[in-house]
């Protein structure tokens, strides 16, 4: 089932294989929920490399070719009708290579709330995508929201955006999951952003309180409709 369904959102075959041989670490029990979890940030793009042989999304043709052209990458992070994953791996790319990117232009918030000794995920996306991993290591994915849910979702994106104006980028590696605080990670055309603190704190905390609602909304949703 759960190669099915990293075929069908078009990931390659260095996933499957880092998740078969238990290479991508995380917070969670299994490898395959690991990888969904590390798939969630974007910023391992071998991740989403394509298996050697199979057929290329025409973004992997881009960000993959042996000898990647920066205009067209250029093109694919600017495309507002891109998948906004697709975006933050086009940007990542520029970066990593030298090329001028526009900073602060969220694309992807992820909320991480330790929960019963484990961790509950949920990662949010402006074209509507939303993913979740519940402290079990049970998963949620959804391409396509009813109207409402995607109208919660642009408000969680404003609200993160005033966050991602206030705060600093994180220019160092990822960290790896909190098992006390509460983490929000903000994507960006320009990298990573994140606060972490007590939950109770950041409850309180003006910045962090509506970041916190707003998700917590989608997540009555998420939960609604279904964790398998």
């Known amino acids: ?14 996933a499957m294989a880092s998740a078969a041989a238990g290479g991508v670490q995380g917070p969670y029990a299994e490898a395959q929920t690991n990888l969904m979890y590390n798939l969630m940030f974007c910023d391992n793009a071998a991740l989403f490399k394509p298996q050697t042989g199979a057929h290329a999304a025409d973004w992997q043709a881009i960000l993959f070719a042996d000898r990647p ?4 990458i250029a093109g694919l992070a ?5 998948e906004s994953r697709v975006r933050i791996l086009a940007y990542n790319w520029l970066s990593a290579n030298g090329r001028p990117v526009p900073g602060r232009r969220l694309l992807g918030v992820v909320v991480e709330v330790p929960v019963q000794g484990g961790l509950d995920t949920l990662a949010v996306y402006p074209d509507g995508r939303i993913r979740y991993i519940n402290h079990s290591g049970k998963m949620a ?18 609200s993160s955006q005033l966050a991602v104006d206030r705060l600093n980028p994180w220019n160092k590696p990822r960290l790896p999951a909190s098992k006390e605080n509460v ?6 055309s320009d990298g990573l ?15 962090a309180a509506p970041i916190l ?13 279904g964790v398998k």
Do not use: C, H, N, W
């Open 1 to 14: 089932m759960f190669r099915k369904l990293i075929t069908a959102l078009g990931f390659g075959g260095a």
């Open 69 to 72: 052209d920066p205009g067209a």
């Open 78 to 82: 600017a495309d507002e009708g891109q």
């Open 141 to 158: 994915l959804f391409d396509a929201v009813p109207s409402e849910v995607a109208t919660k979702i642009a408000e969680l994106m404003a």
């Open 183 to 188: 983490r929000m990670s903000f994507l960006a």
């Open 193 to 207: 952003y994140f606060g972490e603190g007590p939950f109770a704190a950041m409850e309180r905390e003006p910045m």
């Open 213 to 225: 609602m707003r998700a917590s909304e989608l997540l009555q949703f998420v939960v609604k409709v």
